[in-house]
């Protein structure tokens, strides 16, 4: 019986350790910029310690996304279901957001 709760600890301790680890490795890197890209080839990157609305209209159908306080966020789109609104905001490098039918991602990368 001994044997069996030390392996059931030592297994909880592994995994708390490597969900600090990946915790640590995906926070807010100050430079962070935000990688739009959209349907038919165009990309553009918004520095997301410079605030503001930013209407993309090259997609399928136009979304407006806000940069806040080193975050960004989808906060309008016309599309049907507004998955993309409810992600909320992104600030973690390789976090992602997708509006499928504007044809439209947006993805967190830390500066180098």
Do not use: N
Request: hydrophobic share 40%; with cysteine.
């Amino acid at each position: 019986m001994k044997k069996f709760f030390s392996r059931e600890l030592l297994f909880a301790a592994a995994v708390l350790l490597l969900a600090g680890g990946i915790a640590l490795s995906r926070t807010h890197v100050p430079g962070s910029v935000a990688r739009v890209s959209v349907s038919g080839g165009e990309e553009l990157v918004l520095s997301l310690e410079r605030d503001g609305r930013y209407a993309v209209e090259g997609g399928r159908l136009p979304v407006t996304l806000e940069v806040a306080g080193g975050r960004i966020r989808f906060i309008e789109s016309r599309c049907p279901d507004h998955i993309c609104e409810r992600c909320g905001w992104l600030s973690q490098e390789y976090e992602q957001a997708v509006c499928m039918p504007a044809g439209v991602s947006v993805t967190v990368e830390a500066r180098p």
